[in-house]
């Protein structure tokens, strides 16, 4: 495979994953999902983390994802005539990638708690990478992880992720440009 064949093969898998992070905070939810509990006398995950949020961007990741499905029989054939072949998802990788893009923000959120990052505050690389790795571990049963696309998502997520911000920053949906 090219880089250019590697590239679109992840952005290709991970897009459910990155919706589901990017519309999360747009649910503006009330109810947390730790319910205020503290561990270690630090809060769980802290106010950012909402049960409205959170299964929202499940559903918003997983929809994203439906469409994907949808639309792979007409991508695929415009991409296999440059030789580039799309990963097929399924209504369960999709989802299985949306909730592990949750549950790795979440796992993110915990370490900067118990680290005694506030919220809001960057946290450089765990901020932009927490959703990915939990989506490919979660979705990892069910899809397959090519190295190098993996590799390119990962590489490259912190850039994609710092723009996405500073967009929804700019227009008012993020308190912080990170």
């Not at 090219?2 to 679109?8: A, C, E, M, R, W």
């Not at 499940?58 to 639309?71: D, K, N, P, Q, R």
């Not at 979660?138 to 390119?152: C, D, G, K, Q, T």
């Not at 990962?154 to 850039?159: E, N, S, Y």
């Amino acid at each position: 495979m090219t880089l250019s064949t590697d590239i679109l093969v992840g952005l290709w898998l991970i897009l459910p994953a990155y919706i589901a992070n990017v519309t999360a905070p747009l649910a503006h939810g009330r109810r947390y999902v730790d319910g205020g509990r503290k561990f270690a006398g630090k809060p769980f995950l802290g106010k950012g983390k909402t049960w409205e949020g959170t299964l929202f961007a499940i559903f918003m990741g997983t929809a994203a994802g439906m469409v994907e499905i949808s639309l792979y029989p007409y991508v695929n054939g415009i991409t296999s005539v440059r030789g580039i072949i799309l990963p097929m998802q399924t209504a369960v990788s999709v989802f299985a990638l949306s909730l592990g893009a949750m549950l790795g923000d979440m796992a993110g959120a915990f370490i900067k708690r118990q680290s005694g990052i506030p919220r809001g505050e960057p946290a450089p690389l765990l901020d932009q990478l927490d959703f990915v790795i939990g989506a490919f571990v979660v979705a990892s049963p069910f899809i397959e992880l090519r190295p190098l696309p993996v590799l390119f998502v990962v590489a490259f997520t912190p850039l994609i992720h710092l723009l996405v911000n500073l967009i929804g920053y700019k227009l008012g949906h993020k308190k912080e440009p990170w």
